[in-house]
Nanobody, 125 residues
Framework: QVQLVESGGGSVQVGGSLRLSCAASGFQYRLSSMGWYRQAPGKEREGVARINKDGTSKYADSVKGRFTISRDNAQNTLYLQMNSLKAEDTAMYYC???????????????????WGQGTQVTVSS
């Protein structure tokens, strides 16, 4: 079955960096669109970034220029490099998968049928 296991979350000060990882299994990772979403307390889930099998990517305006999504198809691993972190980046971050497809347009929570358990990122001043 599809498994997505996130790691790399933690607590960091404003301006710091973190790198999230997601180990994927149970589907054809290299043929799939992958994404990162987040949910802050009291807020709805929102898209952070998405990457298709050909490497094309999409970012939320709030993270453009600060976050970078990447994938290692040999290791079935997805990454999110987060730099210049802000307090408003504090949230639970989820890895998502849409097997055997490419996705275009806006980041939509309904695009991804599979979600990991999440990893907490806390940014404090």
């Amino acid at each position: 079955q599809v498994q997505l296991v996130e790691s790399g979350g933690g607590s960091v000060q404003v301006g710091g960096s973190l790198r999230l990882s997601c180990a994927a299994s149970g589907f054809q990772y290299r043929l799939s669109s992958m994404g990162w979403y987040r949910q802050a307390p009291g807020k709805e889930r929102e898209g952070v970034a998405r990457i298709n099998k050909d490497g094309t990517s999409k970012y939320a305006d709030s993270v453009k220029g600060r976050f970078t999504i990447s994938r290692d198809n040999a290791q079935n691993t997805l990454y999110l490099q987060m730099n210049s972190l802000k307090a408003e980046d504090t949230a639970m971050y989820y890895c998502t998968a849409a097997p055997n497809t490419d996705l275009y347009g806006q980041l939509d929570v309904d695009d991804f049928p599979y979600w990991g358990q999440g990893t907490q990122v806390t940014v404090s001043s």
